[in-house]
């Protein structure tokens, strides 16, 4: 949530920010500003409610010059998204400005405490009452900048990263970072930070991530220094190369991004899969797993964690490790896990599953899941992000950067590395037989081509999508590997046409759901040829006999649904527990056109942010 993007070296910092700032929207778009030191000095800050090219309107109005500056895209949590609590905000002075992703919870505190001193505020945001404290700090200190931001961030509680700079020192920005994440870009003679890697590739490929409690001291011309917050000594500088290409930034010639991201499955599961399945699909080799053969050999429990569409895959990498490896495994929302006091030990393992790496809950639950002594394995995106870093080991879903808000190519990368995950601990554990190993792997080996097949609906698919405009309501149904699946087509439908959707286990519908349906109200039924097909095709019935209209996802060649479901769309075959991942690609694209057919913004719709970092 909130984007911040910041340069000092020797070009013109705005356009350098304002690039930076259009590859961090998809983390919050509800206003954006920047600040910079211009030649002669002088401070100037351009705010605007909105997205970033609203921005650009009023700044291009105004002094743009200077070779040092920061700014923001936000993503409202303290006060409503307008113009006055756009970042960067300024000191009462108007000689400090500050960017700011994260929420300080001590804020109501801190600010009284300002206010009795004189202090008055213009924001209803936390963040004000930061830059306010560091000035009074600087003031009533005779300090350094970096002292006062030191000062100031040990009588803070909650999470930032923060990016500082004063009108009086054009040559130096401090930045530092609690539970937020920060990147440090290394160039020739010039640096720059931004929440991810994304505002940087263009200009260097070697960063430092901040650690937790740490604040980078840039200075012109100078190296970057780290220093610890509570200590101030310097830490040892990590100089990582980045493995991003801009191409990878980019709509390579699809309308959105959300769209591209849906057609590159095939190379994105290609490039998840490669070097895993060895020996002629006789072996997985996952190095997470080899390297900590003993704590997943004595584990009795699995508890799956994570928010959103990463918990959809974490349901389905349930089934997977319950089948596969015979251990009991509970699958929990972050934010409940968390505060749910849960009884761990030495013998449990939690797999945190996150596409950002940075979301608030999830990594709560690990840093939780640690202190009790389980073993921590995390299934991300984002290489080198908080929770990877947070974790004893994990696996890549290496899906490339997901610029889309609505996950589609994570969500089929994570299941794809849960299913090569649950095979690893079998084959480790040797609850899998030989023969069903090779089964799934050659189909897993196979799973590029097969979504290559699956893309074919599209023209059907955008056709079927004109057909439910009239709609307000969608029930989406499955069972046993697909019930999430089902979960997933909804949530998708939902975040991005805002049309009303539940995902439901189909025999559970009768239970109360049925009531809802009626010829307003189409059902989207997910029914492969599996071990539980004749279960469903009841099912599928008891909707069609209330009027209901249905939507069939079924494997290829089924001649039976056509005479029962309105409206079939064929998957290509696989076995059972990779379906969800096949039966995804025509829920992507429902979703998808319905949202354009309503002209919604499907890659950054109303109120969502692609990474969560607050509670
Ligand atoms: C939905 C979506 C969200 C995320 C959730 C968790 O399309 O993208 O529901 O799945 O916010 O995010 P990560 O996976 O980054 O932890």
């Avoid at 095939?266 to 080899?290: A, F, K, Q, W, Y």
């Avoid at 349901?315 to 251990?327: A, N, P």
Wanted: glycine share 8%; hydrophobic share 40%; proline share 4%.
């Amino acid at each position: 949530m909130c984007g911040i993007v910041g340069y000092l070296g020797s070009k013109g910092a705005y356009e350098i920010l304002i690039q930076g700032l259009k590859r961090l929207e998809y983390r919050g778009y509800d206003s954006a500003g920047v600040a910079l030191l211009d030649c002669d000095g002088k401070l100037n800050v351009h705010k605007s409610q909105g997205k970033v090219s609203n921005l650009e309107k009023v700044a291009q109005a105004g002094n743009t010059n200077g070779s040092v500056g920061i700014a923001h895209t936000r993503w409202a949590t303290h006060g409503e998204p307008n113009d006055i609590n756009a970042h960067p905000h300024v000191s009462q002075s108007g000689m400090i400005a500050l960017v700011h992703n994260g929420t300080i919870e001590n804020y109501a505190v801190l600010k009284k405490v300002l206010m009795d001193h004189g202090y008055e505020f213009k924001s209803e945001t936390d963040t004000e009452v930061l830059v306010q404290l560091i000035e009074y700090i600087k003031l009533t200190s005779s300090c350094s900048l970096l002292d006062a931001v030191r000062a100031a961030l040990l009588q803070v509680e909650g999470a930032y990263a923060i990016a500082v700079i004063e009108q009086n020192d054009p040559d130096t920005m401090i930045v530092a970072r609690k539970s937020s994440p920060l990147v440090i870009g290394v160039g020739d003679g010039e640096t720059f930070i931004a929440s991810d890697a994304t505002p940087i590739i263009d200009y260097t490929d070697e960063v430092i991530y901040l650690n937790d409690n740490e604040i980078g001291i840039i200075r012109r011309n100078e190296p970057v220094q780290v220093i610890s917050l509570e200590s101030k000594e310097p830490s040892a500088i990590n100089i990582q190369k980045l493995k991003l290409s801009v191409a990878q930034l980019e709509k390579g010639g699809y309308d959105t991004f959300m769209l591209k991201e849906i057609f590159e499955q095939p190379s994105t599961l290609r490039d998840c899969l490669r070097g895993r399945i060895v020996d002629n699909c006789s072996r997985v080799v996952l190095s997470g797993v080899e390297l900590n053969k003993e704590r997943f050999m004595k584990a009795e429990r699995i508890t799956l964690v994570a928010c959103g569409t990463s918990w959809h895959a974490a349901l389905i990498g349930k089934r997977l490790i319950q089948d596969f490896c015979q251990i009991p495994v509970e699958v929990e929302y972050a934010s409940e896990f968390r505060y749910g006091n849960p009884v761990l030990n030495d013998k449990d393992i939690v797999i945190s599953i996150s596409q950002s790496g940075e979301t608030a809950d999830t990594l709560a639950a690990i840093q939780l899941a640690r202190q009790k002594g389980a073993f921590v394995y995390g299934v991300c995106n984002v290489v080198g992000a908080s929770i990877p870093r947070n974790t004893d080991s994990g696996t890549y879903i290496h899906v490339g950067p997901e610029i889309g808000v609505a996950s589609t190519k994570a969500f089929t990368g994570q299941v794809t590395v849960l299913t090569l995950l649950a095979l690893s601990i079998a084959q480790l554990r040797g609850t899998i037989r030989p023969e069903k190993l090779h089964e799934i792997l050659s189909a897993l080996e196979r799973l590029p081509e097969t979504i290559t097949e699956a893309l074919k609906v599209d023209p059907e698919v955008k056709k079927l999508s004109r057909i439910f405009a009239y709609a307000h309501n969608f029930l989406y149904l499955g069972r046993g590997y697909n019930y999430p699946t089902a979960l997933e087509g909804a949530l998708k439908l939902k975040e991005i046409s805002y049309i009303h959707a539940e995902g439901y286990p189909a025999a559970e519908m009768k239970h109360g759901p049925i009531a809802l349906i009626d010829h307003e109200m189409p059902s989207v039924i997910i029914a492969p040829s599996d071990s539980l097909y004749d279960k469903i095709i009841s099912n599928v019935q008891q909707v069609k006999s209330r009027g209901g209209a249905v939507v069939a996802i079924v494997s290829h060649g089924n001649q039976a649904m056509n005479d029962i479901a309105d409206f079939c769309i064929e998957i290509p075959e696989a076995p059972e527990c990779l379906t969800p991942i096949v039966a995804s690609i025509p829920l992507q694209l429902l979703a998808y056109y319905i949202a354009v057919n309503k002209g919604k913004n499907v890659d950054q719709p109303r109120n969502l942010a692609k990474s969560v970092t607050v509670e």
